[in-house]
């Protein structure tokens, strides 16, 4: 299914990421605070886009080797932990490139922590050091929801909340 835009949203999907962006960027200002900048996120992007059914952070845990940890989100009962390299979360942590999956059944190794999933993007989220600090996870209930416009907006967006454009 493609964009449907919120009644109060533009009717163009890149134009709607923008102005969350904007919104999203001043609630944050002066705010430091890793989780708190996450839960912000994730809250408002869900609120923003109707076809947001799963929203959220999974984080790169320090004390462990190459595995995922769940971090604020939004949305039913998420997977805690996934290594690096499994599902599309942690193919996007070992590639470092977001991923668009059309048809999450046909994603090897997907892993399905709510089976009305049907298809997702996930984007690695790094720090202004470049270093992979999380990726972000959003899942919708209809199949192919998620286009490059959705990649670029996320990426520009991450950027500009925890990476170089900070
Ligand atoms: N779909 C993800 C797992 C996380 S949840 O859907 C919340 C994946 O395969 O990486």
Known sequence: ????????????????????????????EGETD????MATVASMLADAFD????????VVDPARDRELVVGPYQGTLGCLRIAFGRGVCGTAAETRQTQIVQDVHAFPGHIACDGRSESEIVVPVFDASGVLIAVFD????????FDT??????ERLMARVFGADA
């Open 138 to 145: 959003v899942d919708a209930t209809t199949k192919a929801a």
């Open 51 to 58: 076809d947001y059914f799963w929203t959220g952070f999974y």
């Open 1 to 28: 299914m493609s964009y449907v835009p919120r009644a109060d949203r533009p009717i163009d999907k890149a134009e709607a990421y923008l102005e969350v962006e904007s919104e999203i960027l001043a609630v944050l």
């Open 34 to 37: 890793r989780v708190a900048r």
């Open 149 to 154: 416009i959705d990649a670029q907006a996320l």
